[in-house]
C-alpha cells in the first residue's frame, strides 16, 4: 500500500471538498433555500417567507391581508400560518357534507405540497406566468440545477410540470421539519410536567376543554383526550362562525363591499352546495397569540376581540356584544344562512375574568421561540 504523507492526505482531501458543487443533499434543505428564494416572484420581491415569516409564527404581520409581488394587488383574506400545517390531513369528506383536512382556508389545495404550488402561480401573490417561467428561473441557479439532479434525476428540468412538482415535494418537505412544530410551548411543558400554569391559565384550560362552559374544543381539539402532546388545537373541519365582511380591508384592496366570499363553496371538489357558502377550516390554536389578525378576513386585531365575539352567541347582556375595535356592536355575519349554530350556542355567557383566563390559555399555546413576542406585547 503506498504511504500518504499526512500533509499530502490534507491537500487531496481539500481538494476533493472544493471540487464538489455546492448542492442540497436533503430535500429539507433544497426546499428551505427555496422557502427564503425571492426569485420565485415575478418581479423577485417575495417569497413563501414573506408572507409566512418564521420570525412571526409563520404568519403574516404586515396587516390583514398579504400585499402582491408587484407592490399593488392585496388579497381579500388573511394568510393563515404555516405552522403546523402539515398535520391537516388530505382534503376528505368525513361524512356526508362534512368536510376536513385539506390547505388553504377552502381546502382547495388537497395536500401541502399542492399548496406549495399556489403561490408562484397566483397574480395577487408572487405572480409567475405559468410553472414554465418559475423553472427558468430555477435554472438560472447552478446550485438548484446541481441539487435538483441529485434529488430527483439528471432529466428533472427537461419536463417543466415535473420540475415544479419537485419543487413542491422539495417545499413541503421543509415545512414538515421540526422548525414548523415544534411542538415546545408553555402548554407542552407542562403536560410533560416540566412547567407550571398560573391560576388564571389553568382556569383558561378548564374553560376551553368544557363543553358546559365554552364548548371550545369542539373544534379545537383533535386528540381524543385533553393534555394528550401533539395536539393541533384544531378538528380540521369546516364552519360558519358569523365572521362579518371586513369593510376596512376592502376599502384598501378595491373589493366591492358585499362581494360574497364564498369560502368552502369555492372549492371545486366540493360544488356548490348551498350548506358550504362561507365555511372556512377550522385554523390551528397554535401561536394564536402572536399571529394575528383573525379570522379568515383578518377582521378582528386582537385575540381578546375574538373571544368576545364567539360569546355574543351566549349572553344576553347587549353591551356584553361591543366590539371595543369599534366601539360599535359586532356587525351582521357576512353569511347567515349557513351558521354552525350548535356549536357556536353550546356553552355559557362569559365574564371579563373568563375571558382573560380563554386568552391566558390560550397563550400558553406559543411556541418557545416565539415567547418574547408576548413579552412585547404585554
Given amino acids: 500500500m503506498t504511504h ?49 415569516d418564521p420570525e412571526h409564527g409563520f404568519a403574516d404581520p404586515r396587516g390583514m391581508a398579504s400585499p402582491g409581488d408587484d407592490g399593488v394587488s392585496l388579497g381579500d383574506r388573511n394568510a393563515p400560518t404555516a405552522a403546523y400545517a402539515h398535520f391537516a390531513p388530505v382534503f376528505f369528506e368525513k361524512a356526508e357534507g362534512v368536510w376536513a383536512g385539506g390547505q388553504f382556508l377552502d381546502g382547495r389545495a388537497a395536500t401541502l405540497e399542492d399548496q406549495a404550488g399556489g403561490p408562484p402561480l397566483n397574480p395577487i401573490e408572487m405572480g409567475m406566468a ?7 428561473r430555477l435554472a438560472e441557479n447552478p ?12 432529466e428533472i428540468f427537461s419536463d417543466p410540470d415535473e420540475a ?31 412547567a407550571e400554569l398560573t ?7 378548564t374553560l376551553f376543554f368544557s363543553q358546559q362552559f365554552t364548548n371550545c374544543n369542539v373544534c379545537h381539539q383533535l386528540k381524543p383526550q385533553p393534555g394528550t402532546e ?31 366570499d364564498r369560502g368552502l363553496a369555492s372549492n371545486p371538489r366540493v360544488g356548490d352546495a348551498p350548506q358550504t357558502v362561507g365555511r372556512y377550516k377550522v385554523p390551528t390554536l397554535r401561536n394564536v397569540a402572536v399571529t394575528g389578525p383573525y379570522m ?25 356584544k361591543i366590539n371595543p375595535e369599534t366601539g360599535a356592536p359586532f356587525r351582521a355575519p357576512e353569511v347567515a344562512d349557513t351558521l354552525s349554530m350548535e356549536e357556536l350556542t353550546t356553552g355559557s355567557a362569559l ?22 413576542l408576548l413579552e412585547a406585547a404585554n
Avoid at 405559468?130 to 427558468?136: R, S
Avoid at 390560550?362 to 415567547?371: A, F, G, I, P, V
Wanted: glycine share 6%.
Fill in 230 to 260: 401533539g395536539e393541533t388545537f384544531t378538528n380540521y373541519e369546516y364552519h360558519n362562525i358569523g365572521v362579518p365582511e371586513n369593510l376596512e380591508l376592502r376599502a384598501l384592496n378595491g373589493v366591492a363591499p358585499g362581494t360574497l
Fill in 296 to 320: 379568515h378576513n383578518g377582521v378582528f386585531a386582537d385575540l381578546r376581540t375574538v373571544v368576545l365575539f364567539y360569546n355574543t352567541y351566549n349572553t344576553k347582556s347587549e353591551a356584553r
Fill in 130 to 136: 405559468d410553472a414554465g417561467a418559475v423553472v427558468a
Fill in 4 to 52: 500518504v504523507p499526512p500533509l499530502c492526505a490534507a491537500l487531496v482531501s481539500l481538494s476533493l471538498l472544493t471540487a464538489a458543487p455546492a448542492v442540497s443533499e436533503t430535500l429539507e434543505s433544497l426546499g428551505e433555500s427555496l422557502f427564503f428564494d425571492a426569485n420565485l416572484s415575478q418581479n423577485r420581491s417575495e417569497s413563501c417567507a414573506s408572507c409566512h
Fill in 199 to 205: 391560576r388564571e391559565e389553568l382556569l383558561g384550560e
Fill in 143 to 154: 446550485a438548484y440545477v446541481a441539487a435538483f439532479k441529485t434529488l430527483f434525476g439528471d
Fill in 164 to 194: 415544479y412538482a419537485a419543487m413542491t415535494k422539495a417545499i413541503a418537505a421543509f415545512e414538515r421539519t421540526d422548525l414548523f412544530s415544534p411542538f415546545d410551548s408553555k402548554y407542552d411543558r407542562y403536560i410533560r410536567g416540566e
Fill in 351 to 372: 365574564e371579563d375574568r373568563e375571558i382573560d383566563a380563554l386568552v391566558a390559555f390560550m397563550k400558553t399555546l406559543t411556541d418557545k421561540r416565539y415567547e418574547p
